[in-house]
């Protein structure tokens, strides 16, 4: 037995420093605190289910949160029109509540089991799949151990690596060929990601593109946004959306900035709802009025923010406007997705920290529909032209839509890679008798 395997049967797993195993109590208790996790449901963490097994081929798809969730559901969808079960799992109860929204009874779903080899074992045993799909950078060592024990093949689609990711993987080039080496296939989203997954590891690796691209616009709540823009009316408004701690405060300089002039509404929404307390304070001691969704305050003339303090509504508050910056790329490093305010006709501004979206952002400012900021001063300043010049805002908003058209084709690359694995499972699934099929 190697070294890495005897200690996840024991239970000594070491992440970071720290042993798992004794942790999973509380672990359990501050993510249930936190709301992140159904308390009623917390067995299925342990790798207990739930829900009862259909007959037939199934296959264990794994998105860990809303974006990775979102991702995937047309790909689920074209599994599922092959006559194969689908069981999907995921991290959060925010990504459970889009599961359910977006395809409902098509997938069953679970709450992911700990990277722990009981909760794992328990849960493979009992579900029995065919295949493991993951989204974008979910590796797991004794989720991967364990598949592989069982000669289940696993994939990673619209797989992506942070430069951090990969320096940190990098470090431990013997663990991380040990793991990257058991991926069957990795579907990569640029040619980066694809030279990294090859450096790490992997045997088998293609080009896809990004499958968030090939998905629907975000959802919303028709007469809600009908309701906001009655109450906005002629007023301006611009967003800092998926923004991180200092943010906030740039927005708000931003806005104290432009409203002499412009009279704008600020659509502030936090990539973490929790914040949004500290958030409001911060605002209110700067002398501005907030509003938020969650109180479901009136956007009334002397209201300066409105704050997006809710999770999955990103269609609501991008369709509130037509100018977006997109958060964690000013203050913080990584940067957020800029395809959801491309596909919903917004011009797009940005700071320069974007490595963990580096394509989508090339591709949107060689079309000319992205802006880089250096600072909040910079940022002002774009805010304003964009919002005082309507030819400058529609040139870039017809250059999103351009360039998202130009990205599509992910979804269909995926499924050609992931052929040889899924046309068995449709062969075997079709000639099932219909009443064990349907399970």
Not at 122 to 148: G, M, N
Not at 252 to 276: F, M, N, S, W, Y
Not at 363 to 369: K, W
Not at 430 to 436: A, I, V, W, Y
Request: positive net charge.
């Amino acid at each position: 037995m190697s070294s890495l395997r005897a200690r996840l049967a024991l239970g000594a797993y070491r992440f970071g420093g720290i042993a798992i195993y004794p942790l999973i109590g509380p672990y359990l208790a501050f993510r249930a605190a936190k709301g992140k996790e159904d308390s009623s449901r917390r067995l299925e963490r342990s790798g207990y289910a739930s829900a009862n097994r259909p007959q037939g081929p199934l296959i264990w798809f794994h998105a860990a949160s809303v974006g990775e969730t979102s991702a995937v559901v047309p790909l689920i969808r074209e599994i599922r029109r092959r006559d194969i079960h689908v069981i999907l799992t995921t991290g959060t109860m925010t990504s459970a509540k889009v599961t359910q929204e977006r395809l409902g009874d098509e997938v069953i779903h679970q709450y992911v089991p700990l990277d722990l080899k009981p909760a794992v074992s328990r849960f493979l045993e009992y579900w029995q799949p065919d295949c493991a799909i993951f989204a974008e950078s979910e590796i797991w060592p004794a989720t991967v151990l364990e598949l592989e024990r069982r000669r289940i093949p696993q994939i990673l689609v619209n797989a992506r690596i942070s430069d951090r990711s990969f320096a940190r993987w990098s470090g431990h080039p013997s663990l991380s060929e040990a793991m990257f080496e058991k991926l069957a296939l990795v579907v990569a989203q640029s040619d980066l990601d694809a030279e990294r997954f090859r450096d790490l590891g992997a045997l088998q690796v293609i080009k896809s593109g990004n499958l968030k691209v090939d998905t629907d616009a975000p959802p919303y709540d028709a007469p809600t946004l009908a309701r906001y823009m009655k109450q906005i009316g002629t007023r301006k408004t611009w967003a800092a959306v998926s923004t991180f701690e200092g943010e906030e405060n740039a927005a708000a300089v931003v806005h104290k900035t432009l409203t002499e002039h412009d009279g704008q509404l600020t659509i502030i929404v936090p990539r973490h709802p929790d914040r949004c307390d500290a958030i409001e304070a911060m605002l209110v001691e700067q002398g501005l009025k907030v509003a938020r969704r969650t109180r479901n305050d009136v956007l009334s003339p002397d209201v300066d923010v409105f704050l997006g303090d809710t999770i999955g509504e990103m269609g609501l508050y991008l369709r509130m406007t037509e100018v977006a910056f997109m958060g964690k790329s000013l203050l913080n490093e990584g940067g957020q997705n800029p395809l959801e305010p491309a596909m919903l006709g917004c011009a797009i501004l940005t700071g320069g920290h974007v490595q963990n979206f580096r394509d989508a952002y090339q591709l949107l400012a060689r079309r000319g529909s992205a802006r880089m900021v250096r600072d909040t001063e910079m940022l002002a300043r774009g805010v304003h032209y964009l919002l005082t010049n309507d030819a400058a805002r529609r040139a870039m908003i017809d250059a999103g839509f351009i360039a998202v058209h130009e990205m599509r084709g992910a979804l269909a690359a995926t499924i050609k890679g992931l052929e040889p694995y899924i046309n068995p499972l449709t062969v075997k699934a079709r000639l099932m008798p219909k009443t064990m099929a349907q399970g």
